[in-house]
């Protein structure tokens, strides 16, 4: 099991990168997040994985298997083949380490984790998509993922990722109400 | 020197131009039924934005051939700046707007 943040072009724009995170497996598995259980996809040779993204919605809402995301992920692991007149993303992988280390199930699970609860509070307290993307975006999403989760990675990717630097609350992260309102962003 | 010549009309064919396509664009991905993919392929999307850029500057070439150096220079930044700004606005408003895409 591996841990990816990825990066990959933005549909139909020239400048601009979109960051998402991919947990890698070498045989099918099953995996419940946000009460819906996915199963692993075929990414490359050998490679089983499940796509964990943050979208444009209007607000910023995570998807498990965006197409996007999917096929940029494929594109990377060798699962589509790219074509010089088909669209291709770019995409760009880095290796998460937790604690030095490669391999980490306690912190997967840890990272999923806070996936679902992100997943409960987009829907009861949604973060609104910034303007032009200028704000907590899904490059801001999947870094803060990592981060809360222990885990250590380049956040720079090639490209225009921009805000991959800023970090959602942690407060979104969490399965229950804060006793304080959560702080509003991209308002 | 006729500033609607030199300028404006350039200006207006590559704005017309990148709003059909935006339009056929939009047209496909609501007629697949899948929003967020399966638009116009990569390779006709940007062709077709370096055609109507080619065709704005030609058109301001041809529209500038009997004025002076100088004031070409300027039409042509004013209209460097203007595309540079229109792309932003139709393009990425387009992509961001419509929540196909999103950084």
């Known amino acids: 099991m591996t841990i990816y943040v990825g990066a990959r072009d933005l549909s139909g724009l020239p400048i601009g990168t979109h960051q998402f995170i991919v947990i890698t497996y070498s045989s ?41 995301d999917t096929l940029a992920a494929q594109e990377h692991f060798g699962g589509v083949k790219k074509v010089w007149h088909k669209s291709d993303y770019d995409t760009e992988m880095k290796i998460v380490k937790f604690n030095g280390s490669e391999f980490s199930l306690h912190h997967e699970r840890k990272l999923v984790s806070l996936v679902d609860a992100y997943f409960i509070n987009q829907t009861l307290d949604p973060i609104r998509y910034p303007t032009a993307g200028a704000g907590f975006n899904s490059n801001s999403w999947a870094q803060s993922v990592i981060e809360y989760s222990g885990g250590k990675v380049g956040s720079n990717m090639k490209g ?3 805000y991959h630097k800023r970090r959602i609350p942690e407060t979104y992260f969490i399965p229950y109400c804060p006793s304080e309102p959560r702080v509003k962003l991209n308002q | 020197m006729e500033i609607k010549k030199t300028y404006f009309l350039p200006a207006s064919l590559f704005t017309l131009g990148l709003l059909i396509l935006i339009v056929v664009d939009y047209s496909i991905r609501q007629y697949t039924g899948n929003l967020y993919s399966l638009g116009l392929p990569e390779l006709v999307w940007f062709l077709f934005q370096i055609l109507f850029a080619t065709a704005a500057i030609v058109l301001f070439l041809r529209n500038t051939r009997f004025i002076p150096i100088k004031s070409k220079l300027i039409v042509g930044s004013m209209l460097i700046v203007s595309g540079i700004i229109i792309y932003a606005l139709i393009i990425y408003g387009y992509v961001i707007g419509t929540r196909i895409d999103g950084f």
Not at chain 1, 40 to 64: M, S
């Open chain 1, 28 to 68: 099918r598995q099953s995996i419940m997040i946000g009460r819906r259980v996915y199963v692993t996809r075929l990414l490359g040779p050998k490679v089983h994985g499940i796509v964990i993204g943050a979208q444009n919605r209007g607000t910023l809402n995570v998807e498990v298997f965006e197409k996007a």
């Open chain 1, 160 to 162: 225009l990722d921009i």
